[in-house]
């Protein structure tokens, strides 16, 4: 774990730490070296005649404000790719809020690396980062106590999420997510698990998700995460798409796209990080998580191109596609999410669900797509103080033809090929009741961060939800 504290006078910071500052901070100590570096107009760094520190680094006051591209971040990861010290000390004295949650969600989120899994030799002596030192004035110390408690927490449940997403899929089953998350909601009394297996699956009438599913020899699960802060009072649902592998099914994905598609479960490991994060911050609120967990698998009983599934709602759908298996999962998730609680507060899903929404949006904003006003704009409103931005995509009844289908309800996939994202929210609209406030959260692009051409779990969209929720039930 990484742990933290504040400072308000450089001498109180371990020695031979990693000084991060501000080119211009007024508390840095006046010496040739710190003159000669306040010189470069860019990063100035260096980790020699810098005693007391390990290494000092001033960063362009214009990046501590910049929170829209990450300007600070950027600078920072290729500093701290192989850290110097285990002790960060971050100049906190003049720094954009929103900027300074994405640094601190950032620098916690050390915890994890891939060679935690365990799967590859690394150097077990290497340097980590182990402890945040925060450089500031006395009158912000108990503004940014607050702020660092709450990224810290956040970034456990980000690591939680990552960790589970990270793990190769040959692990990562269905009910691999289901034991794991047992175990991770052990840690808390509030939070309560409910499974269901895939004979209740098909007795409770989950018709496309057992559809999605019972190709595999991993069979599917349904996974849901009861937590009440408090004794009554309405019950906000998140659903997390948790295929945990996706080869296309019979509509098979080539060997290139099928590279990442562990990841496919992002939706559902955030969902659980979501709720160990609300659990740790003991929030005043009841919310249930639904993971819907399955291998979209090839082989004689994988789901066939024609198939008409019913959903629990009694909806049927032709799978006229299965390689879009993830819209099938959520619909399902949905509807057994509304029966469950008709008197939702909100239910939010979120999915690695179209490539589509990346063509739109790119990687750094989540998809938006709801009818409810009131949550766009909460959502929107949250995105941009978090720092974990979404963008709004059209979602009415111009969409209907893309889920029109001759034999079923509705079809899974348009035959057009338009408006891709779109059309598959607007499939999953039919699956919430109209008085739940419901909103989908397309996290293709947002659920992995992608380096030098590797790709690696996220963890968003949990910052941008917890923020929502903290306004929320504020």
């Keep these: 774990m990484i742990t933290w504290q504040l400072i308000t006078t450089l001498s109180d910071a371990q020695p031979q730490s990693h000084l991060i ?49 990450e300007g600070l971040l950027t600078a ?21 809020d929103v900027v300074l949650t994405q640094v601190l969600r950032f620098l916690f989120n050390q915890a994890h690396r891939l060679s935690d899994l365990q799967l590859k030799k690394s150097d077990e002596t290497a340097v980590r980062l182990r402890h945040i030192t925060a450089l500031c004035r006395p009158e912000q110390q108990q503004r940014l106590e607050t702020i660092f408690h709450q990224q810290q927490v956040i970034a456990r449940g980000m690591v939680a999420a ?78 997390g798409k948790g295929i945990t592998f996706d080869t296309g099914g019979l509509w098979l994905k080539e060997g290139a796209g099928m590279y990442t598609m562990k990841y496919d479960m992002c939706g559902a490991a955030n969902v659980l990080g979501l709720m160990l994060t609300v659990a740790e911050l003991g929030l005043p609120v009841r919310i249930m998580g639904v993971l819907a967990l399955a291998e979209n698998a090839i082989g004689p009983d994988a789901m066939q191109p024609g198939t008409v599934a019913r959903a629990c709602n009694g909806l049927t759908v032709e799978i006229n596609n299965t390689d879009a298996e ?33 063509k739109v949006l790119g990687y750094e904003l989540s998809g938006l797509m709801t009818q409810d006003e009131p949550l766009r704009q909460a959502l929107t409103s949250a995105g941009q103080q978090s720092g974990d931005e979404v963008w709004s995509l059209p979602l009415d009844a111009r969409l209907k033809k893309q889920t029109d289908s001759a034999i079923a309800d509705l079809c899974n996939t348009p035959t057009n090929n338009a408006a891709i994202s779109a059309s598959a929210a607007w499939l999953l609209h039919y699956f919430c009741p109209p008085d739940i406030p419901w909103a989908h959260l397309d996290i293709s ?14 963890g968003r969209p949990i910052p941008l939800l917890i923020e929502h929720l903290l306004g929320d039930i504020a």
């Design 326 to 358: 993830g819209r099938l999962v959520l619909a399902d998730a949905i509807a057994w999410a509304s029966q469950r609680h008709p008197d939702a507060h909100f239910i939010i899903d979120m999915a690695t669900l179209t490539g589509a929404v990346v």
């Design 162 to 239: 990552r960790r589970l997403a990270d793990t190769p899929s040959d692990r990562c089953t269905p009910q691999f997510v289901v034991e794991e998350a047992k175990k991770l909601c052990g840690a808390f009394p509030a939070l309560q698990c409910e499974i269901l297996d895939e004979k209740q699956i098909v007795a409770q009438g989950l018709g496309l998700l057992h559809a999605v599913g019972k190709g595999a020899s991993s069979p599917p699960r349904l996974l849901a995460i009861h937590y009440n802060g408090v004794d009554d009072g309405p019950v906000r649902c998140y659903v």
């Design 21 to 69: 500052a501000r080119t211009t901070s007024t508390l840095l100590p006046e010496t040739a070296l710190i003159a000669e570096m306040r010189e470069q107009k860019t990063v100035a760094d260096t980790r020699f005649g810098c005693a007391p520190f390990a290494r000092v680094t001033l960063l362009p006051d214009t990046l501590w404000q910049d929170s829209l591209t």
């Design 76 to 96: 920072l990861r290729p500093l701290l790719a192989s850290p110097v010290s285990a002790n960060v000390v971050l100049d906190a004295t003049e720094i954009d």
């Design 445 to 458: 692009g947002t659920a992995l961060w992608r380096e030098s051409g590797r790709s690696v779990a996220s």
